[in-house]
């Protein structure tokens, strides 16, 4: 099925250390999602964006919804060994009721 | 806790087999989805159901089907089943049926059913 692109695929950071993720799709959405997925576990919900060009944040997470509407990003700051897991983003377009999801970015963090 | 139940948490069985997955939405929400993540893969989206009416369906297979009972919990039922269908099954549920506006889109995940067919 159709997916939005997610880069980095992976990457390996420092404890301490600012994250950064996007994800960018070739279609406009009115929604992005952002989640964090541990091994065998379900995605849990970090931040929800609802319009273009907002920014919210949830404890160290921040997150934008771009000015194009093709675009979301995820910061982390001062990373932590817990924030080791799968970070997927999903977008909701206009009128249809599918979410696509990106292809995660996997974070590993080093003590 | 996302408020998502989903049972059986683990189900193993064998090929040709059929077997039913149950998930309970957040207290209010009336729209469930339902998605299979192989292992190492992304979430691929099967269907959708808002208030008992089905309102969008992905790649979801013939031997898969599902209902949205009017206590609003869910049933994927999977039928002949295949090595290939050994996957993670999540069931997610939002407010609304996933038209955008604030806190109607959001959607919150259950734990998942691993499903293991030998």
């Known amino acids: 099925g159709q997916q939005l692109n997610q880069s980095p695929q992976s990457m390996f950071i420092q404890e301490g250390e600012d994250v950064s993720m996007n994800c960018t799709s070739s279609s406009i959405f009115n929604t992005w999602l952002w989640y964090k997925q541990d091994p065998g576990e379900g995605p849990v919900l970090l931040i929800a964006l609802y319009k273009a060009g907002e920014l919210t944040s949830n404890g160290r997470l921040t997150a934008q919804f771009g000015i194009t509407r093709k675009d979301s990003f995820l910061n982390i700051s001062a990373s932590i060994p817990s924030d080791v897991g799968i970070y997927f983003c999903?977008?909701?377009?206009?009128?249809?009721?599918?979410?696509?999801f990106g292809t995660g970015t996997r974070l590993k963090v080093l003590a | 806790d996302s408020g998502v139940t989903q049972t059986p948490k683990h189900l193993i069985t064998a090929t040709g087999q059929r077997v039913t997955l149950r998930c309970s939405p957040r207290s209010g929400d009336l729209s469930v989805y339902w998605y299979q993540q192989s292992l190492d893969q992304g979430l691929q989206f099967l269907i959708q159901?808002?208030?008992?009416?089905?309102?969008a369906k992905g790649n979801i297979l013939e031997r898969f089907s599902a209902q949205q009972f009017p206590d609003l919990h869910s049933e994927l039922n999977l039928s002949s089943l295949e090595l290939g269908d050994s996957a993670l099954y999540f069931c997610?549920?939002?407010?609304?049926?996933?038209?955008?506006?604030?806190?109607?889109?959001?959607?919150?995940f259950g734990p998942g059913t691993r499903l293991t067919v030998l």
């Open positions: 159901y808002y208030n008992g009416e089905e309102r």
């Open positions: 997610a549920s939002s407010v609304g049926p996933s038209t955008s506006g604030r806190y109607r889109a959001a959607q919150y």
């Open positions: 999903a977008g909701l377009g206009s009128g249809t009721y599918k979410y696509i």
